[in-house]
C-alpha cells in the first residue's frame, strides 16, 4: 500500500506561483501530476519517466517544473506565470509495478485557484 500526502494548493493572481509538494510512504520511480478542472478531461500534467527523464503537457512547458527529493521520497511541482486555465484540483500520482501489473496510487487532491 502506498500513501500520498499533498500540500501547497490554494488562491493566486495571475501571473503568480506556487509550489505543490507530495510526500509519498516510500520510495516510487513513477510520480507525476494530474490535473482535473470542472467541465475538463482528468489530465496529465508533469511526471518522470523512464531514463529519468520528464514529461510535460504543452500547456504548461517552459511555466511548470517538476522536481523530487529522494531523501524525502517527495516530489514537486513548481508553477510560475499561473494563468486561470490553470485553476483545477491537482493530484500526485504514483505507479508502482506489483505481483505482475502496474497499480495507480492517488493522493487526495489539492486546489488551486488562480483569480484576480
Known amino acids: 500500500q502506498v500513501q500520498l500526502v499533498e500540500s501547497g494548493g490554494g488562491l493566486v493572481q495571475p501571473g503568480g506561483s506556487l509550489r505543490l509538494s507530495c510526500a509519498a510512504s516510500r520510495s516510487i520511480f513513477y510520480m507525476g501530476w494530474y490535473r482535473q478542472a470542472p467541465v475538463k478531461q482528468h489530465e496529465l500534467v508533469a511526471a518522470?519517466?523512464?531514463?529519468?527523464?520528464?514529461n510535460y503537457v504543452d500547456s504548461v512547458k517552459g511555466r511548470f517544473t517538476i522536481s523530487r527529493d529522494n531523501a524525502k521520497n517527495t516530489i514537486y511541482l513548481r508553477m510560475n506565470s499561473l494563468k486561470p486555465e490553470d485553476t483545477a484540483v491537482y493530484y500526485c500520482n504514483a505507479k508502482v509495478f506489483m505481483s505482475g501489473s502496474w497499480d495507480d496510487y492517488w493522493g487526495q487532491g489539492t486546489q488551486v485557484t488562480v483569480s484576480s
Open positions: 518522470f519517466t523512464s531514463g529519468g527523464r520528464t
